[in-house]
């Protein structure tokens, strides 16, 4: 069965560095988001992406964040100056050229911040 | 301010039994339901949808909405101790790109 895959499982970095989370999302899918999840805390929706544009964000994706689709395979999530608070596993899912199909998620990408 | 509420338990269940989750959703024009499977330090699995009033069956899952009073519901019969896992209620307004709002999630315990 086809899957969403991310890269790298665990990331540690430094406060302030840059971090780049990638993912690869179902060949036939046309529209991608990122999401975290705070240890003990709620899934939480940051950006969908179609069309090579965002579509929509949450309040959490602030001007830190941003996201790439650098070529036909790749979706890219990228925080500049990494917080403490940054600290989250990050998904990635993709969804059917459909109206209302289910999104798919990856295994996740752990992000550590020291 | 768009809210998914659930019962963050734990429930627990013996093995055989019918367990029964709850979820209710605040944002009216609510279009799609789903609920997830999320085992611990892992991402979240599909388990149904539904997007109209009523049930919907898939083998020992049943999925319940009712529109009217904001409510979606998750039925599991026959459980076995692997489905032990927290169980996740995810609303979205509709429309391809639409983030889904999530609940805490359900932590169910399966009694052997």
């Known amino acids: 069965e086809p899957e969403v895959t991310q890269t790298p499982s665990h990331q540690v970095t430094q406060m302030g560095q840059e971090v780049i989370l990638r993912c690869v999302p179902i060949?036939?899918?046309?529209?991608f988001y990122w999401y975290r999840q705070i240890l003990g805390q709620k899934v939480e929706f940051l950006v969908s992406?179609?069309?090579?544009?965002?579509?929509?964000k949450s309040e959490i994706f602030d001007d830190q964040f941003s996201v790439e689709r650098p070529d036909g395979s790749n979706f890219t999530l990228k925080i500049r100056s990494t917080k403490l608070e940054d600290s989250a596993m990050y998904f990635c899912a993709s969804s059917e050229r459909l109206w209302n199909q289910p999104q798919h998620f990856g295994d996740g990408t752990r992000l550590s911040i020291l | 301010q768009k809210e998914v509420e659930q019962n963050s338990g734990p429930l627990s269940v013996p093995e055989g039994a019918i367990a029964s989750l709850n979820c209710t959703y605040s944002d009216r024009v609510s279009q799609s339901f789903f609920w997830y499977r999320q085992y611990s330090g892992k991402s979240p699995e599909l388990i149904m949808s539904?997007?109209?009033?009523g049930d919907k069956e898939d083998g020992r899952f049943t999925a319940q909405l009712n529109k009217a009073s904001q409510y979606v519901s998750l039925l599991i019969r026959d459980s076995q101790p692997s489905d032990s896992a927290t169980y996740l209620c995810?609303?979205?307004?509709?429309?391809?790109?639409?983030?889904?709002?999530f609940g805490k999630g359900t932590h169910l315990i399966i009694q052997p």
């Open positions: 992406f179609y069309n090579n544009e965002i579509s929509e």
């Open positions: 995810a609303v979205a307004s509709g429309g391809g790109a639409d983030g889904l709002t």
């Open positions: 060949s036939n899918h046309l529209y």
């Open positions: 539904i997007y109209s009033n």
